[in-house]
């Protein structure tokens, strides 16, 4: 199984970005896919995720400015992100938690390679 993301660059501060990530694979299914974020000094935080079920939730620092989009049974998500600040600037990391087929111990975390974002004020 393989969790990749693209997309990510630099903006000025009330710019736009948008990140999409993939999960391939030996999938037998995906109970969640989210984003998550490391600026430097600190630990990684949640973002954005989203469900089997359809439902996403969002760190209280972006909501109304990220929006994540997409379907755990296509693989795909997707991370729009508006109104950037600087403090946004960070790696951020798609996340899977995935059932491999070929897996005996049920749903592991798989981790992207991480893309950087940066926002200049």
């Known amino acids: 199984v393989q969790v990749v993301e693209s997309g990510g660059g630099l903006v000025q501060a009330g710019g736009s970005l948008r990140l999409s990530c993939a999960a391939s694979g030996t999938i037998w299914s995906i109970n969640s896919m989210g984003w998550y974020r490391q600026a430097p000094g600190k630990s990684r935080e949640l973002v954005a995720r989203?469900?089997?079920?359809?439902?996403?939730d969002y760190a209280d620092s972006v909501k109304g400015r990220f929006t994540m989009s997409g379907d755990t049974a296509m693989h795909t998500v997707s991370l729009q992100m508006n109104s950037l600040k600087p403090e946004d600037t960070a790696v951020y990391y798609c996340h899977g938690f995935i059932t491999d087929r070929n897996g005996l111990g049920g749903a592991l975390d798989y981790w992207g390679q991480g893309t950087q974002v940066t926002v200049s004020s």
């Open positions: 989203i469900t089997s079920a359809g439902s996403t």
